[in-house]
């Protein structure tokens, strides 16, 4: 099953595995696509990471992720979403998952 997810195409194949392949951006970024690029991240940073977040999670004060793990799903998140994210810099420290939504669609 593959879906548009704003610049990207997200597919999951029968191992769970996420594939994906960088689309032109041509569609705006929903909320519900933004956080399956977030749920998709933390599947690739470790699997089963993706089915604890929801738009109320801080993924670090809720325990999904570590420090050690942030930077790996943010580099993950950034390969999803196809191009670098300008307000995640080596001192972001926000893991709110609305405030990751909200830099998706601004990007």
């Given at each position: 099953?593959?879906?548009?997810?704003?610049?990207?195409?997200?597919?999951?194949?029968?191992?769970?595995?996420?594939?994906?392949?960088?689309?032109?951006?041509?569609?705006?970024?929903?909320?519900?696509?933004?956080?399956?690029?977030?749920?998709?991240?933390?599947?690739?940073?470790?699997?089963?990471?993706?089915?604890?977040?929801?738009?109320?999670?801080?993924?670090?004060?809720?325990?999904?992720?570590?420090?050690?793990?942030?930077?790996?799903?943010?580099?993950?998140?950034?390969?999803?979403?196809?191009?670098?994210?300008?307000?995640?810099?080596?001192?972001?420290?926000?893991f709110r998952v609305s405030r990751l939504i909200e830099i998706l669609k601004a990007a």
């Amino acid at each position: 099953m593959a879906e548009k997810a704003g610049q990207t195409l997200v597919s999951w194949n029968l191992n769970s595995r996420i594939e994906t392949t960088t689309e032109s951006r041509t569609m705006q970024l929903t909320d519900e696509k933004a956080l399956e690029l977030i749920r998709a991240a933390l599947e690739k940073t470790k699997p089963g990471l993706g089915a604890k977040a929801d738009v109320n999670t801080h993924l670090i004060k809720d325990k999904v992720i570590d420090s050690l793990d942030s930077m790996n799903f943010l580099f993950e998140l950034e390969e999803l979403h196809g191009a670098q994210l300008d307000a995640i810099d080596e001192t972001f420290d926000d893991f709110r998952v609305s405030r990751l939504i909200e830099i998706l669609k601004a990007a």
